[in-house]
């Protein structure tokens, strides 16, 4: 058991009213929270890292390495955390968490009824979805620890640092190229830039509300940001490379006297003219730029959007389940004519297999997040959590990110740094909870 403490304003008094003159009304409250346990803190750490590697088989055995992982810390986790378990229990589902559960009860119900040939797709669709659920459960409550939360971070950063420098220097498996865009072991490029980008803001965000005792960690953090932003930009992912600069764009948002903000101007247009720098030295990633500016292409998302709209308008209410990404693909034709095809877009990919009524929950849980994200700007964290939301949004824009572990990560941290309010701490501990005029 150890003890935190949060401040809590009384009488709604500001910074700026105290350069005034007004009176404070602040006081420190004891709140008791459990301690995590080791083996649960350490069996967590390993997973988070293994995620930028989350596609990577292992030759001794079937799977790839985030998912032996993430079952080692299902277990390790529900061996202490149990209704049998005299010190700790299951945390109480959060409001977002009951709105998700109801876009994954409609996914099941609506899939009840599909023909064999589709059984075997639609079970592993649904077990998968599950994990995820859990993972947005329990996360979000381990995540509560700010030192926990932190080290995630951190973790996540590094293991995608790590990614990045074995991809500058070409190392086996690391570094592969395909028609002038960079990738590792073989993953979608997209996927990449998409987990440099999480990254990249993440380091920002850390490098601005984290106190080192060395200062050259902070100097090593940047530097580890730089090796991000060239192997995101070099993956010829446009998506990515817009999820980064509109979620480091968020820093530049609030408390325009504050050090920190001018601090986080320099930070952003460094890596803004990084990104830029690097576009203009590689020939086809600016190409594909060109290409995009000029003749407005969309590497072919345009017509899937098309056809991705027609089929909703078909079936609008309960969508096309599993079978939909197989019309789809039909539908495409070519290549794809015989194969199941992603809608490349999140949003059109949930209206598309659960329909309104399957996807108004998501979307109300995804809302609800932000929600908490836009209230843990005025934590520890500052915008880091605003920042994550903002980069997750845009790329879910051009890509179909429900399937990754990554995304449920990225909600349980917002849901997790969002401040309890004074009244609700009231409720919960009313002889801890002492306010009165300093």
Known sequence: ????????????????????????????????????????????????????????ELAFTTGSMAKLCGLFFFAIYFLYYSPFSTKRSFPRPSSAMWWFLGYIVVLVLN??????????????????????????????????????????????????????????????????????????????????AVNMAFAAVISIGLCLYTSYRIFPSKILLF???????????????????????????????????????????????????????????????????????YEGDLAGRDEIYAIVGDMILEKPVLGWSVPGNYELGRREGGRFFSTARDAHNTFLALLLEVGIVGATPFFVGLWLCGLSAWRARLGNLGLLPLALMFTLVACMMSGNFVPMKQLWLMLAFTLATAPTMPRELGKQFPALLRIRPS
């Open 1 to 56: 058991m150890k003890i935190t403490a949060h401040r809590v304003n009384v009488g709604g008094v500001g910074e700026r009213d105290l350069q005034r003159g007004f009176p404070a009304e602040f006081e420190y409250v004891a709140i008791p929270v459990a301690g995590i346990p080791t083996a649960v803190r350490w069996s967590f750490l390993p997973f988070v890292c293994t995620l930028p590697f989350e596609d990577t």
């Open 111 to 192: 899939g009840l009824f599909l023909s064999e040939e589709f059984v075997g797709d639609f079970f592993t669709r649904c077990f998968t979805q599950v994990q995820l659920a859990v993972l947005l459960w329990i996360a979000s409550d381990l995540l509560k620890d700010e030192k926990m939360a932190r080290s995630v971070l951190l973790a996540f950063s590094i293991a995608s640092g790590l990614l990045a420098v074995g991809n500058l220097l070409q190392l086996p498996g690391f570094y592969q190229e395909q028609a002038g865009r960079v990738t590792a072991f073989e993953y979608n490029q997209n996927l990449v």
């Open 223 to 293: 530097v580890l940001t730089l090796c991000l932003l060239v192997v995101m930009v070099r993956t010829g992912s446009r998506g990515g490379v817009a999820g980064f600069v509109i979620g480091s764009s968020i820093y530049l948002l609030p408390y325009w006297r504050s050090k920190r903000t001018w601090i986080a101007i320099v930070l952003v247009i460094l890596s803004v003219a990084a990104v830029l720098y690097i576009t203009a030295g590689d020939s086809a990633v600016l190409e594909r730029w060109r290409q995009t500016y």
